[in-house]
């Protein structure tokens, strides 16, 4: 075993090995799923940008929100359940990390770092550039990993099976491209 | 079981009406605010504790390195379907199931999927992991952030020359899994869920023995014990 593969795959911290397996977690996660479309509405995240970019608009005066087909016709004007879950999910990671472990600073992860060096401007471009067709491409398909994925499946949604597959795809093979070469 | 029925039914009584306005999702009372907020923070720490916050994790999933989180995902998606639908079924009971089924525009689907599925990669994060992340202090998930608004105030610039392309032909409708086989939705939904069961214990039976003959990482239905 190489050095940097002890690296990467060694416990890094007691917060590590004190996570929720994937059986619990998942079936705590598929309970929380069924609570929220028993109180309101299956999870979701990505529209939610979409609303802080309406705010920041009107923030500054800009008529694209009452102007722009899709801010005026898919987008609320008020904060609503879904807008709440999103800054529950800010706070929910920073609690759980505050409770057991897992706060940091840190900038650049050391997998990217073992295959583009620890450069923050290029951790950054790439983290930016990964950011923008995230959200550009959910909003073109009117779902996320939570809203297509994990809620749309669970709902028997055809959109969600469809989707699932489009981003797996896509994103198993962009990955073996990023990291081709790297055996750990 | 009926009293939590009971608490459940008492605390959605608004959120029908509250959807009638544009785009608006689960009501704006605030009441729907406050249960938003306490389920996105279970939403959220559940993600953080199960490593789906970690860019290595996810980074290693979609490297079918390591396939924690994707079991994760598939059992959540399990139990929720099953949930989801025994609610539905329990209508005389005065809970209400707020499904919504997302329609099928197959081309949005496969090209926005296809788009996402390389920023996935990319960032490491999707766009609810990144929220979490952010909130565990992670710089690169903040920037991730940045780049969906970005990505998302493009979109909206976008629309109306996209739009007709991707919604104006294959529009299958919102059709679900029960409606294409015409079968009743709790039982599609068990079935897919031991599907799944089958599936992931498959997977792990996959990521066992590629651990076992890697480095170690993740114990069987347990400990992750990689980091970041």
């Known amino acids: 075993m190489s050095a940097t593969e002890t690296e990467l795959s060694a416990p890094q911290s007691d917060a590590a090995s004190r996570r929720i397996g994937w059986l619990y977690g998942g079936i705590l996660l598929g309970l929380l799923n069924t609570f929220a479309v028993a ?10 940008y979409v609303f802080v970019d309406d705010l920041l608009l009107r923030a500054v005066g800009s008529d694209l929100p009452t102007t ?7 987008i609320p004007t008020s904060v609503d359940w879904l807008v709440m879950v999103a800054i529950g999910m800010v706070a929910g990671g920073f609690l759980a990390a505050l409770l057991k472990g897992g706060l940091t600073t840190r900038a650049v992860p050391k997998l990217w770092a073992s295959r583009f060096g620890d450069s923050r401007p290029k ?57 081709r070469g790297r055996t750990s | 079981m009926t009293a939590a029925a009971l608490i459940i039914g008492q605390i959605s009584d608004a959120a029908q009406t509250a959807t009638e306005a544009a785009g608006i999702v689960g009501g704006t009372n605030t009441k729907a605010l406050v249960v938003g907020l306490l389920t996105g923070i279970a939403f959220g720490a559940l993600l953080q504790r199960a490593g789906a916050s970690s860019f290595t994790m996810i980074v290693n999933m979609l ?35 707020n499904i919504g089924i997302a329609p099928v525009y ?31 202090g992670k710089i690169d998930a903040f920037i991730t952030v940045l780049g969906g608004l970005a990505g998302a105030f493009t979109l909206v610039l976008t629309w109306d020359y996209i739009q007709p392309t991707l919604e104006g032909n294959f529009n299958y409708g919102n059709k679900s899994l029960a409606d294409v086989l015409g079968a ?3 039982l599609v939904a068990l079935a897919m869920a031991a599907v799944i069961v089958a599936f992931v214990l498959y997977l792990d039976r996959l990521d066992t023995k590629k651990k076992a003959t890697g480095s170690p990482g993740t114990g069987k239905h347990g400990a992750v014990t990689s980091s970041r």
């Not at chain 1, 722009?68 to 898919?74: G, K």
């Open chain 1, 39 to 48: 109180t309101y509405a299956a999870l979701g995240v990505s529209r939610n």
């Open chain 1, 68 to 74: 722009n087909a899709y801010l005026s016709q898919r």
């Open chain 1, 123 to 179: 951790r950054f471009a790439a983290a930016f550039a990964g950011g923008f067709l995230l959200l550009y491409g959910a909003r073109i398909a009117g779902g996320c990993t939570s809203g297509l994925v994990l809620s749309g499946i669970a709902q028997l949604a055809i959109a969600g099976f469809v989707f699932a597959i489009a981003i797996l795809a896509s994103g198993i093979l962009t990955a073996r491209l990023i990291y």
């Open chain 2, 63 to 97: 490297r079918l390195k390591d396939l924690t989180i994707m079991k994760f995902l598939f059992v959540a998606i399990a139990v929720g379907s099953v949930g989801i639908y025994i609610v539905d079924s329990l209508g005389g009971i005065g809970l209400v199931a």
């Open chain 2, 106 to 136: 197959l081309i949005s689907l496969i090209v926005g999927g296809l788009i996402f599925g390389v920023g996935w990669a990319l960032a490491g994060y999707c766009p609810g992991t990144a929220l979490v992340a952010m909130g565990q």
């Open chain 2, 184 to 186: 009743n939705p709790l």
